[in-house]
């Protein structure tokens, strides 16, 4: 399995704080995604990397990959109460890179 | 957008039962996936379908479960019988061409 593995498991800090999320996975793939899911929904896409780009940005997301350390990591700056949820790296491993292994998610809460 | 709509949300059954799971993608879309998501086991990929036919079914834990994609808008997850360790969130998601996937809310399905 190519299963990414998030760390930490869960993290807890203040509204207006960053939250750095890690993800480290054991083959070569052709993206990384991120996805964000709140308590008893669906995941939602949050930001792509494909393998040969080394940062990508949306808002206050920013994304890291390495390929040569197998592992991204996942900013979140200026923290919102709104971003309590859990968030999951997903690697895509085929050719096309639409087949998703998920890893086991970081549960992040932000206190108000 | 009604975005991925998934049926029923809620599924209590009884073991040895025959379950049906629905899902209409996002319309367009071409791309089909079903997952389950556990505790124990996190996210899994169970199908992927591309154009309506299974391009991947090797995350189907056996041969009690299978899906099928009648047309572009509709596809199904059955399984029967049905067992306790199938309780589970049932997630479709649905894409276009491309990597993003878009989750549907889920079914909860519990197997008594």
């Known amino acids: 399995s190519q299963q990414g593995e998030e760390d930490p498991q869960a993290l807890s800090i203040q509204e207006g704080e960053n939250a750095t999320m890690n993800c480290s996975y054991k083959t070569s793939i052709n993206n990384l995604q991120w996805y964000r899911q709140n308590s008893g929904r669906g995941l939602v896409h949050l930001i792509l990397i494909r393998s040969n780009e080394r940062e990508k940005h949306s808002g206050r997301l920013r994304v890291t990959l390495d390929t040569s350390k197998k592992s991204s990591s996942l900013l979140i700056t200026a923290s919102r109460a709104a971003d309590t949820a859990s968030y999951f790296c997903?690697?895509?491993?085929?050719?096309?890179?639409?087949?998703?292994?998920f890893g086991g998610g970081t549960r992040l809460m932000v206190k108000p | 957008d009604a975005g991925v709509i998934q049926s029923p949300r809620h599924e209590v059954t009884e073991m040895g039962q025959e379950v049906t799971l629905r899902c209409k993608p996002i319309s367009g879309h071409n791309s089909l996936f079903w997952y389950r998501q556990t505790m124990m086991r996190g996210l899994e990929l169970l199908i992927y379908?591309?154009?309506?036919?299974?391009?991947?079914d090797s995350g189907m834990p056996e041969d009690r479960f299978s899906a099928k994609m009648p047309n572009a808008s509709f596809s199904t997850l059955k399984i029967q019988p049905s067992e306790p360790r199938d309780s589970a969130v049932y997630f479709c998601a649905s894409s276009l061409n491309g990597y993003e996937q878009y989750f549907g809310p889920g079914t909860r399905l519990t197997v008594t």
């Open positions: 997903a690697t895509g491993y085929n050719n096309a890179g639409n087949m998703l292994t």
């Open positions: 379908f591309n154009n309506n036919v299974p391009i991947d």
